[in-house]
Every structure is written in structure tokens, then in C-alpha cells.
């Protein structure tokens, strides 16, 4: 997975990837969009403001989804896209405060379908993710944004 393109190897080498402005981070994530299959779930980890909600909209881009339709989905909790080369599911646990409220949710239905799968703040429920989950981290540095990822065992 993580080989498929130069982007990868640099995203989930040590030091990652910096991007300096909202473009650079759109279009990491819409190359690193090559790279996801049916089925890829991706963690995204950071701060508020660290960019999450800016690398789903490239997502969006590299999967064929119209990225004026990617927002935060920090009060619905779940935005589905469809029409592009693979269905994006969009979540945000930020506000989930127990596994029980997942269930709610219905995460281990989304999980099981094939699509991608990007969860913002889903290390805070890190054990309920499948194995070979991405963890994408941003972390923001002077005026910039570093993205690493790995796979979770």
C-alpha cells in the first residue's frame, strides 16, 4: 500500500511531508489518493486546525469527488460522497465520548463497506480501528503543516 507512489514513500518516511499552505496540503492528499482502495481507512490525528478537514477536500479531488462539497463534519459526524472512482465516507469523532457512542453511529457498518473511510480524530478510539488502518498525524509547525503516516497493526 504505502509504495505505490513517491508520495507515499515520503509520507510514511520518518520526517513526513511539510506543506506550507492550504494547496500543498490538498495536493499531498489528492496523489496519496492514488494509492487507497476499497476499503482504506484512514485516521486523522492533530490538532484543531492542523489541516484534517483540508486533506479530506484533496481526498476528495484524487478520488474524483467534488471538493466544494467536503466540510467539517464536526456536527452532522458523517458526510458520505459518492461518484468518483471510490465513495468517501467522512467522519469526526471529536465529539464521541464513549464507544458506545459509536455505536450509535454506526462505525463497524461504514467500516465494512468499500469505500474510504477518513476519520478525524479517530486515535481517540484507536482500538476499535480494523488492522491496516493509515494513520495520517498533522502537526503544526511555525507556518507550516507535517503529515506522517503508518499503518496500524
Not at 476499535?128 to 496500524?152: K, N
Request: aromatic share 6%; net charge negative; with cysteine.
Amino acid at each position: 500500500m504505502a509504495n505505490r507512489n513517491p508520495l507515499s514513500h515520503q509520507i510514511f518516511s520518518a520526517p513526513g511531508i511539510l506543506c506550507r499552505s492550504e494547496d500543498e496540503t490538498r495536493l499531498s492528499a489528492r496523489t496519496l489518493a492514488a494509492a487507497l482502495i476499497p476499503g482504506t481507512v484512514l485516521s486523522l490525528e492533530g490538532p484543531l486546525g492542523a489541516g484534517k478537514t483540508c486533506f479530506v477536500k484533496g481526498l476528495a479531488v484524487g478520488l474524483g469527488l467534488d471538493p466544494t462539497m467536503v466540510s467539517s463534519p464536526t456536527f452532522t459526524l458523517v458526510h458520505e460522497y459518492d461518484g468518483g472512482r471510490l465513495p468517501l465516507i467522512h467522519m469526526d469523532l471529536y465529539r464521541m465520548e464513549s464507544e458506545a457512542d459509536l455505536a450509535g453511529l454506526g462505525l463497524d457498518d461504514y467500516l465494512a463497506e468499500p469505500v474510504v473511510s477518513a476519520i478525524e480524530w479517530g486515535g481517540k478510539f484507536a482500538s476499535v480501528l480494523p488492522p491496516g488502518t493509515w494513520r495520517i498525524s498533522f502537526a503544526i509547525e511555525e507556518s507550516a503543516r507535517r503529515i506522517r503516516a503508518e499503518v496500524l497493526p
